[in-house]
Each structure stands twice: as structure tokens, then as C-alpha cells.
């Protein structure tokens, strides 16, 4: 106990001294307050977030090994911009988080990583089934203690919480059904993944189909009575390859089916490029407000289906209609930063101009 007192102790010096920015204030919490909110998934792993466009930007939740966050970092709290970390749980330890215990060893795990990196706040990243009422309550109780811990640390501090695209489709079905409700109320605001959504098992479909965000808001807020402004929408920066073993139109190629077939993700940037190897244009599924196309490669075929700027002013303007808290995406490491082609160096201004555009609406 006295080792741990010592360790906390040094931890918390740290916090405060040697800040790595070049002005030593710029490694105390962000305590500025925003209304609506821009969130900004980043990888940190490059200086590719110089080519982000700031001005709205309220949270960069760091993903990965994020090496070189520290200039981000820097950056973003001269803005008043929070910086904070996405942290997890294994599924293999679901079955301890009826242990009290066990809860205050994971919490402290992820301030003390926070805190020791001196950022803002924690974004909670659980996914896997938790077929047990008493995993859905420790998961419950995981985030109120957490929520607690934080803020008693520092009010400023920000706790927030990926939630699957449907609270019931992904929820129970597939067996993890957390108690979203209850989340929501230990936790500043909730990032609803709106992706991963290729439900289809028999045709290429799309990633973040525009009617099954409808129904899934609808579920949130009106089933589950959560407030809109506990939510911020999660759009994708990257769509689907889908590999077609058969049409089962061959006229115009519109309808692939991957039975059996691999797929893969690929960012936005990539699905821009093999877009010039498109037959038969760029078209558009209705059902899901989505673009997609075909290539032909080494005798196979491929399809892809994405989301661009004409899809996500569907998904914006949803957010927006909705009243939600915010809007944000996964990730805007998707793009291509470093292009001199007068094309591309477009296609990544507009889908940063396209949030924007929105974001002074709401
Ligand atoms: C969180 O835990 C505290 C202390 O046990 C309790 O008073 C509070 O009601 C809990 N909040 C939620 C949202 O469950
Ligand atoms: C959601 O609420 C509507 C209206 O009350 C109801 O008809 C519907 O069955 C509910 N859906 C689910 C999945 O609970
Ligand atoms: C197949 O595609 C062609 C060209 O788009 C279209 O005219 C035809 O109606 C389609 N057939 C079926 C069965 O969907
Ligand atoms: C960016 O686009 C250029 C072509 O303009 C390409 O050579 C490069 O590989 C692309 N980079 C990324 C990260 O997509
Ligand atoms: C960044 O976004 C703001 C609006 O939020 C806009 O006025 C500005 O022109 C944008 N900057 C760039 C470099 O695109």
C-alpha cells in the first residue's frame, strides 16, 4: 500500500511538471465547455492531424500505439481542444467485473495510463457478449466507478462510451447487450458506432446503411428515452471490399454476391483511388443512401462500398435533425494528406468542409 501511495504520488508530480509543449500550461486538463461536439478518432501515428481543419474539433480520442501524439497533443490544448484515450477490456475478463476489486485494478489501470500521458479524459471501448446479467451490471458499475474516479480527480475530465449502431440489433442478437441506459448516465455523452453495419450475408451492401440509422436512433431515444445530447454520431472514413464470387445480374453488375467470398476494410483514400478502375461508373444504392462500384482485377471481380460526401450529408443531416449532441468519425486517418494531385488534395477538403458545414448548423 505504501509502494502504491509512493506511486500515485510520483504520478501525480509528473502531471504537473516536465510538460513536454513548449508552454508548461499546455499540459494542464482543457476546462473549457462546449455544447455540440466534434469528435476526431486519430491514430497520432504521423503529422498528418497539421492537415485537419481545427476550428471545430472538441475531443481527438487517441486509438493505437499513438507514438507521436505529443505535438497533437500540444496543438490541441493551444485550441482548448481535449486529447483523450480509448481504453478496453479483454472479453476473457468479463466474468471478474462482478468483483469489486477487480473494477478499481481496471480504472486505476486506465487513469493512471491517462494521467500519466496528461490527457483529458477516457473513451471506453467494450466490445464482446456478455451473456450474464452480472457482466451487464459490472460493466454498469465499471463505468459509474470510473465516471466517479475521474471526476473526482478533476470535474473537467471527460468520460465517454462507444456504442454499437443498434442497441438491440448488435446488442442481443449477437450477445452483448449492455445496459446502455445506464451508461448513459454515468458518462458525459456516447459515441454511437455507425458502422459495421454490413448485415447482408449474401450481397455486397453497405457499411452504415442510412435506414437502419434511422431505426436505431429511434431505438435510442425514444425506446431507451436516452437524450439526444447524450449521443454523438460516429460516421465511417472507410467502406468495404467485397469480393464478388458471382453476379447475380451480369448486365450491369449491380448486385454481388460474397457467400463464402472475403472482404476487407479499406480507407477512403484507397477506395478513391481504385475508383479509376471503376466499370460502369459510380452508382448508388437508394436503400441505403450509399455509393458503390465495381472493378475488374486479375479476372476478378470486386465491389465497393463506401461512404462519401454525398452519403455523409444524409448521415449529418440526420445528427443534426435529430438533435444530437455531435458528430465525429472513424477515422480521419482515412484520408490522403500528403497528395499534390489536384483531385484527391479535393476529395480530402470536402469531407472536412462537409463536417464543418454542419457543425455550424447545430
Ligand atoms: C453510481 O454509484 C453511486 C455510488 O455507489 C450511486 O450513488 C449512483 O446512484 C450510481 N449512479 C448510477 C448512474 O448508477
Ligand atoms: C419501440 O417502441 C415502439 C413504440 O412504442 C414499439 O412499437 C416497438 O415495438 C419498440 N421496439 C422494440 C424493439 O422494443
Ligand atoms: C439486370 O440489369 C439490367 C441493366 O441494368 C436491367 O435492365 C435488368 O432489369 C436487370 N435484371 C434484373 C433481373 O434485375
Ligand atoms: C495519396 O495519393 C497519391 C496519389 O495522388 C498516392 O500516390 C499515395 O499513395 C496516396 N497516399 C495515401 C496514404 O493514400
Ligand atoms: C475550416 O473550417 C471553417 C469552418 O468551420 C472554415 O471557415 C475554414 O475555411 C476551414 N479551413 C480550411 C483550411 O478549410
Known amino acids: 500500500a505504501c509502494l502504491y501511495g509512493?506511486?500515485?504520488?510520483?504520478?501525480?508530480?509528473?502531471?504537473?511538471?516536465?510538460?513536454?509543449?513548449?508552454?508548461?500550461?499546455?499540459?494542464?486538463?482543457?476546462?473549457?465547455?462546449?455544447e455540440k461536439e466534434l469528435v476526431v478518432f486519430s491514430s497520432a501515428k504521423?503529422?498528418?492531424?497539421?492537415?485537419?481543419?481545427?476550428?471545430?474539433?472538441?475531443?481527438?480520442?487517441?486509438?493505437?500505439?499513438?507514438?507521436l501524439y505529443k505535438e497533437l497533443y500540444c496543438y490541441a490544448h493551444s485550441k482548448g481542444v481535449r486529447?483523450?484515450?480509448?481504453?478496453?477490456?479483454?472479453?476473457?475478463?468479463?466474468?471478474?467485473?462482478?468483483?469489486?476489486?477487480?473494477?478499481?485494478?481496471?480504472?486505476?489501470?486506465?487513469?493512471?495510463?491517462?494521467?500519466?500521458?496528461?490527457?483529458?479524459?477516457?473513451?471506453?471501448?467494450?466490445?464482446?457478449?456478455?451473456?450474464?446479467t452480472d457482466i451487464v451490471d459490472g460493466i454498469s458499475a465499471l463505468t459509474n466507478e470510473t465516471n466517479i474516479a475521474l471526476k473526482s480527480l478533476n470535474p473537467s475530465y471527460l468520460l465517454t462510451w462507444d456504442v454499437p449502431y443498434s442497441p438491440i440489433l448488435v446488442g442481443c442478437f449477437?450477445?452483448?447487450?449492455?445496459?446502455?441506459?445506464?451508461?448513459?448516465?454515468?458518462?458525459?455523452?456516447?459515441?454511437?458506432?455507425?458502422?459495421?453495419?454490413?448485415i447482408d450475408i449474401l450481397f455486397a451492401s453497405a457499411n452504415s446503411p442510412l435506414w437502419l440509422l434511422k431505426e436505431s436512433y429511434n431505438?435510442?431515444?425514444?425506446?431507451?428515452?436516452?437524450?439526444?445530447?447524450?449521443?454523438?454520431?460516429?460516421?465511417?472514413?472507410?467502406?468495404?471490399?467485397?469480393?464478388?464470387?458471382?453476379?447475380?445480374?451480369?448486365?450491369?453488375?449491380?448486385?454481388?454476391?460474397?457467400?463464402?467470398?472475403?472482404?476487407?476494410?479499406?480507407?477512403?483514400?484507397?477506395?478513391?483511388?481504385?475508383?479509376?478502375?471503376?466499370?460502369?461508373?459510380?452508382k448508388w444504392d437508394t436503400r441505403s443512401s450509399t455509393p458503390f462500384f465495381t472493378t475488374l482485377t486479375d479476372g476478378v471481380y470486386h465491389q465497393f462500398w463506401y461512404d462519401n460526401v454525398q452519403s455523409l450529408k444524409i448521415k449529418y443531416e440526420l445528427a443534426f435533425a435529430l438533435n444530437l449532441r455531435g458528430i465525429g468519425m472513424w477515422t480521419a486517418d482515412e484520408l490522403n494528406y500528403t497528395s499534390t494531385?489536384?483531385?484527391?488534395?479535393?476529395?480530402?477538403?470536402?469531407?472536412?468542409?462537409?463536417l464543418s458545414e454542419y457543425l455550424e448548423k447545430m
Open 219 to 282: 431505438l435510442y431515444l425514444h425506446n431507451f428515452s436516452i437524450n439526444p445530447n447524450q449521443l454523438v454520431m460516429a460516421v465511417p472514413w472507410y467502406g468495404y471490399d467485397y469480393t464478388c464470387s458471382k453476379f447475380f445480374n451480369h448486365t450491369d453488375h449491380n448486385l454481388c454476391l460474397i457467400a463464402g467470398a472475403p472482404n476487407s476494410q479499406r480507407a477512403f483514400a484507397d477506395i478513391n483511388q481504385k475508383f479509376i478502375q471503376n466499370q460502369g461508373g459510380l
Open 6 to 34: 509512493l506511486l500515485m504520488l510520483v504520478l501525480y508530480a509528473d502531471a504537473y511538471s516536465d510538460c513536454f509543449c513548449k508552454d508548461p500550461n499546455m499540459c494542464k486538463p482543457v476546462t473549457k465547455k462546449y
Open 174 to 198: 449477437s450477445g452483448y447487450c449492455f445496459d446502455y441506459v445506464a451508461i448513459s448516465k454515468s458518462t458525459d455523452y456516447m459515441i454511437v458506432m455507425d458502422y459495421d453495419a454490413t
Open 83 to 132: 486529447v483523450t484515450i480509448l481504453v478496453g477490456l479483454s472479453v476473457n475478463d468479463f466474468p471478474k467485473l462482478q468483483q469489486p476489486l477487480f473494477r478499481k485494478q481496471v480504472l486505476t489501470g486506465w487513469i493512471n495510463k491517462m494521467q500519466s500521458l496528461k490527457l483529458d479524459g477516457l473513451n471506453i471501448d467494450i466490445e464482446g457478449a456478455a451473456y450474464t
Open 46 to 67: 504521423d503529422n498528418t492531424w497539421t492537415q485537419y481543419n481545427w476550428t471545430q474539433i472538441t475531443n481527438v480520442i487517441l486509438t493505437g500505439t499513438h507514438e
Open 341 to 354: 494531385d489536384a483531385t484527391v488534395m479535393k476529395q480530402t477538403k470536402d469531407m472536412w468542409d462537409t
